[in-house]
């Protein structure tokens, strides 16, 4: 059974940094392209950040403007997502989501078949 646990969220002042971790179980990440995702209250949700399986090449949405890291411990079934200079409209749920593809990767939350609970993150004064 795939199961993705996501982890790390919480309160952060404007400027601060968080680091969100997915851990996956029941299957094996080497294979699988993950991508972070988040949603907002009353928004749709939106593509942060996705890294291949293969060659571990590394995506972002233009707002992240090169604010987060993403990346990846195949040993550890792990992937993370390392968030600096947060900003006030960054608050939401993050979600790591996993998708069966070797090479692909993707941004469309439509694209991902597997996905965790979600971590909340807030910023604020």
């Known amino acids: 059974q795939v199961q993705l646990v996501e982890s790390g969220g919480g309160l952060v002042q404007p400027g601060g940094s968080l680091r969100l971790s997915c851990a996956a179980s029941?299957?094996?990440?080497?294979?699988?392209?993950i991508g972070w995702f988040r949603q907002a209250p009353g928004k749709e949700r939106e593509g942060v950040s996705c890294?291949?399986?293969?060659?571990?090449?590394?995506y972002y949405a233009d707002f992240v403007g090169g604010r987060f890291t993403i990346s990846r411990d195949n040993a550890n079934n792990m992937v993370s997502l390392q968030m600096n200079s947060l900003k006030p409209e960054d608050p939401a749920v993050y979600y790591c989501?996993?998708?069966?593809?070797?090479?692909?990767?993707?941004?469309?939350?439509?694209?991902?078949?597997?996905w965790g609970q979600g971590t909340q993150v807030t910023v604020s004064s």
């Open positions: 989501a996993a998708e069966f593809s070797p090479t692909w990767c993707s941004l469309s939350s439509e694209d991902f078949g597997s």
């Open positions: 029941g299957f094996a990440l080497d294979y699988y392209a």
């Open positions: 890294i291949s399986a293969s060659d571990g090449n590394t």
